[in-house]
């Protein structure tokens, strides 16, 4: 059936009303199935008679469309042949003749596109690309160049490789040099246009575009069309960076204009060519240090130049890394003025920094923690100063500590007005005395000779963290900063005075002072000294726990409208924390605390947000199952299940992978109990297939599902479930992105139930097995069908063992184990890494070696092999790893969110070993050959004599005589 291109254009601009969305998208999901959906959309993206919004949704969803359905796991187009060619034919040309926005989000898709595609089976792209550029029509070339940046800029965070190298060679020779005419045209026409703002705008956008692919064209190697023309590239450069023309300029103070941006790219070209190729660009670079230097002394307070200002600090800080280059810098007198005329006024808080307190103090917060902007002023000014103190540690000390005594000296007359200068000398103070890096976990690990943290910290800070009235919201944050900054500085006895204070400024009544409590509080937690032990103790924190938490839910509650509510993912991450480090003490509370969760999933399920708060959110509530659940399973089960249900009822996708692991963990925290009804009504929602078709749902519907198995098999076999169960299987390993949790749903199956009822599956579960190896074998595929034969073989005294899997797997075909185990069985046992996986192989080969019938009468050569097998094996035993009670949470900063599996680690299942009292393996190996040799009479023995080699029977012997 064809699309209906009006009602399809008509849904499409639904879907962009908040209203209306969730209906169209279902509308939208069923018009996929038909025919030439994707060229449905870029036909409407293409008809301007459409309308702006449904040809900018026709966009947008062409983007997400084709990063579903472009290429599968084994990268293979999903889309018909005939689609893929039209899809490509169409899109470079419609690309260069829709609007920016549309522009923006068909570059997306080409981007997807060339991830697979590109080049090898889109060899004329780059030809296509070339072809419609133009010396003269501004609109068609920035088509172009915004098609090739969003191509050429996936090559920046990528490892050098030869077939990396490869594609950028092929783009190079093709696209190198129309492009450096393109440059040198477009320079020629923004000097006859100097009057024309209309066409400085157009020209500008191109130059900024050009300006971004010498980044991507240069980011792994400087081209040797580059470099061969260094003089002219760099001369055309320094040319743009100091260009000023009054029709450019932008009226909002607040806004970057296209001067701004143009600069800053360039800032960003000259970095990266600094640190990667100065020996080809070191000559050049004298130019640009005298001009960042004028334009730093020069250019506006404004916010809409913060982003060029921090650009050049970083050029200069890349620049002073070099130490030819940093020896311009190398006298006092040149110091002071660095300091006076570039640090300091871009440290020196503003009128726009203190509006951005009192109206934005979230931003304000996001902006101002250390690493978690590149982009302001105050952090590429700090950068710089510290690459400046690295250099030349003693002059710049000297120099800069003589402008903090001023500072605090101003303040001293009068604090009441005075009080920025304080401030301004604490961060000076901050960012000389760290050395280094200052890392996440740690802060401050090296201090500089020259700064005693401790003593400036009595002396000059101190009392802001005392004091309840009278002092400046800001320098309370700057105390409390100090704190969080030089936490490792901090001895565990300072911190036991130093700790109820931060927690007291939780009760401020500013926004930014007690969210930066909540930081200090939860990094200092979390903190630990050489020997793994936590600087704050456990019993500190346990005094204070209720309290703590108490300030910490009302502080998020505060506001019950959802975006509000979740706004302030530190508060959260500090309630997880707290949960994490009392452990079983909130058993005491947990009324209390059981209310507050209950409330805030209700709230923020209703429009998901912010995906940090809700992962911490999500992260608590586990430390709160796992450690309060064991005494009390079924206060938690019941209090949580109506807002968890909640959850998959509204299909909140952001939650649910969640929501399947807490389930999960509250099942786990009471092993020995029956499957309540609880449970049970959630079974069969669990088994349909809508809710396995979203790919972050699979980890977290098979850890639940495993959970309840383990729990509840009775219940699945008698509500003739198996079948629906084993299919989940089939599908999971069916897939190289699933197959994992395929295997993990068979092995639970296989534990849980007796081998009577599964005895008629058998031969479907082997075929599926056997399918894959035959047809699209891979590495983790064979390693987990080698785990799960020896689980089988070891399980003999369950019913199962290496006899059954031989007689289940003769029921497929005669004569398929042999090959089966030597071929793959066997040499890949070697290959296990884990522990455990070792450990049950040596297990399974011990038991195959004295009970299996098979081994002992048809496989005799087989025997021999496993023996050897087993003492290879046994030449490096593997020890069970220690539990590991330490919890580390992921940095959501490394992380991908979005509606997808997060994996949360305070309830991360632990390895589960099937046989915990074998502890010493080469004793246990021992001690069972020779009970099952005295059981049958010597039989043992009998084949090792008959069957080994010279060479492996001492080796076999010397077990059966320890």
């Known amino acids: 059936m064809a699309v209906d291109l009006p009602g399809l254009a008509q849904i499409l601009e639904a879907s962009l009303d908040p ?7 279902l509308a939208i999901l069923h018009e996929e199935k038909k025919l030439n959906f994707s060229l449905s959309l870029l036909q409407i993206v293409a008809t301007q008679t459409y309308g702006p919004t449904a040809r ?12 579903r359905s472009w290429t599968d796991e084994d990268g293979n187009h999903k889309l018909p042949q005939n689609e893929v060619t039209a899809i490509k034919r169409e899109l470079i040309g419609l690309m260069i003749s829709v609007p920016p926005n549309i522009q923006y989000q068909l570059g997306d898709a080409i981007g997807v596109i060339a991830d697979s595609d590109f080049w090898e089976r889109w060899d004329s792209l780059v030809d296509d690309l070339v072809s419609r550029l133009t010396p003269n029509n501004t609109a068609a070339n920035n088509g172009v160049l915004q098609v090739a940046h969003s191509i050429f800029k996936r090559w920046r965070p990528l490892y050098r490789s030869d077939p990396l190298f490869t594609e950028i060679n092929h783009v190079l020779g093709k696209f190198g040099n129309p492009f450096l005419s393109l440059v040198q045209s477009t320079d020629a026409l923004i000097d006859q246009n100097q009057s024309n703002k209309a066409m400085l705008l157009q020209l500008f956008a191109t130059l900024n575009l050009i300006v971004k692919l010498f980044y991507d064209l240069s980011v792994q190697d400087l081209p040797p069309v580059f470099e061969d023309s260094l003089p ?4 055309l450069l320094h040319k743009y960076l100091t260009y000023e023309n009054n029709l450019l300029q932008t009226d909002d103070d607040g806004e970057a204009g296209p001067l701004e941006h143009v600069k800053s790219g360039i800032f960003e070209v000259l970095e990266l060519w600094i640190k990667k190729y100065e020996d080809a660009v070191g000559v050049h670079v004298g130019q640009f240090i005298s001009s960042s230097w004028n334009l730093l002394t020069t250019v506006g307070r404004q916010t809409k130049n913060d982003i060029l200002v921090s650009k050049a600090l970083q050029f200069l800080t890349a620049v002073t890394s070099s130490t030819e280059h ?14 006076e005329r570039v640090i300091l006024p871009n440290l020196t808080l503003r009128d726009s920094d203190m509006e951005l307190f009192e109206d934005e103090p979230i931003e304000f917060i996001r902006r101002d923690l250390e690493g978690s902007d590149s982009d302001t002023r105050r952090r590429a000014a700090t950068d710089f100063l510290r690459q400046l103190m690295a250099k030349f540690e003693g002059m710049v000390s000297t120099v800069v500590l003589r402008y903090i005594d001023h500072y605090l000296s101003d303040y001293a007359q009068n604090p009441a007005s005075n009080w920025k200068s304080k401030d301004t000398a604490v961060y000076l103070y901050s960012s000389i005395a760290a050395r280094g890096t200052i890392t996440a976990s740690q802060g401050v ?54 700790f109820p204070l931060v927690v007291k400024h939780l009760g401020s009544s500013d926004y930014v002072v007690y969210t930066y409590a909540a930081i200090a509080l939860e990094r200092t937690m979390a903190l630990t000294n050489a020997s793994k032990q936590p600087i704050v103790s456990r019993v500190s924190v346990e005094a204070l726990s209720a309290q703590l938490l108490r300030h910490l839910f009302g502080l998020i509650e505060k506001d019950p409208e959802p975006a509000k509510l979740q706004e302030n993912e530190f508060l959260m991450r500090c309630v997880m924390r707290v949960l994490i480090v009392i452990r079983e003490a909130v058993v005491p509370i947990v009324d209390e605390i059981l209310t507050h969760f209950v409330k805030i999933t209700q709230v923020s399920s209703q429009n998901p947000s912010n995906p940090r708060f809700c992962y911490y959110l999500f992260e608590a509530l586990g430390a709160f199952i796992r450690f309060s659940a064991p005494s009390q399973p079924d206060k938690l089960e019941n209090g949580l299940y109506v807002s968890f249900i909640a959850v998959i009822q509204d299909d909140v996708q952001e939650f649910i992978p969640y929501i399947f692991q807490l389930f999960a963990a509250l099942l786990e925290a009471n092993p020995s109990g029956s499957l309540s009804d609880y449970y049970k009504n959630l079974i069969p929602p669990l088994l349909t297939p809508a809710l396995w078709a979203p790919k972050g749902n699979v980890p977290a519907l098979v850890r639940l599902l495993t959970s309840i198995i383990s729990r509840g098999s009775s219940v699945i076999a008698q509500d003739n479930q198996i079948e629906t169960v084993l299919g989940i299987f089939q599908s999971l390993a069916s897939t190289k992105i699933n197959e994992t949790y395929g295997f993990e749903l068979l092995e639970s199956t296989i534990a849980n139930f007796p081998p009577s009822t599964l005895e008629q599956y058998y031969p479907s579960i082997l075929n599926v097995l056997l399918n894959r190896l035959q047809n699209t074998k891979t590495e983790p595929f064979a390693s987990r069908f080698v785990r799960l034969y020896h689980f089988i073989s070891a399980k003999d005294d369950k019913g199962l063992g290496a006899d059954f899997f031989i007689s289940k797997l003769d029921q497929v075909q005669d004569g398929l184990f042999a090959p089966l185990y030597l071929n793959i069985i066997l040499p890949d046992t070697q290959k296990l890494l884990r522990p455990l996986d070792r450990k049950t192989a040596v297990i399974s080969f011990t038991k195959t070696l004295t009970d299996s019938v098979a081994f ?12 050897e097998a087993l003492l290879k094996l046994l030449e490096n035993p593997p020890i069970p790893a220690a539990t590991e009670e330490t919890i580390v949470e992921q940095d959501p900063d490394d992380m991908s969110f979005g509606v997808g599996f997060t994996q949360l680690t305070t309830i991360k299942r632990p390895i589960r070993d099937q046989w915990p009292k074998v502890t010493d393996v080469k004793r246990w190996v021992s001690e069972y050959v020779r009970a099952a040799d005295a059981r049958q009479n010597g039989t043992i023995a009998s084949f090792a004599h008959e069957r080994l080699s010279a060479e492996v029977a001492p080796l076999f012997a010397a077990y059966m005589q320890r």
Request: one cysteine or more; hydrophobic letters at 40%.
């Open 232 to 235: 002219a590239v760099t001369s």
């Open 856 to 867: 002992a009468e048809k496989y005799k050569k087989g025997w021999a092999y496993t023996c």
């Open 326 to 339: 940093a020896q311009a810098f190398n006298d006092d007198s040149t110091l002071s003025q660095v300091v």
């Open 19 to 25: 209203t209306q969305n969730k209906q169209a998208e």
């Open 445 to 498: 690990t090296s201090v500089n000779s020259f700064a005693n943290v401790i003593e400036f910290f009595q002396n000059n800070i101190a009392g802001d963290l005392v004091s309840d009235t009278g002092v400046e919201p800001i320098l309370q944050v700057d105390a409390i900063k100090y704190l969080y900054m030089f936490r490792s500085q901090i001895t565990a006895a300072q911190w036991q005075d130093a």
């Open 56 to 67: 900018l949704a026709g966009a947008l969803y062409f983007k997400n469309y084709i990063k």
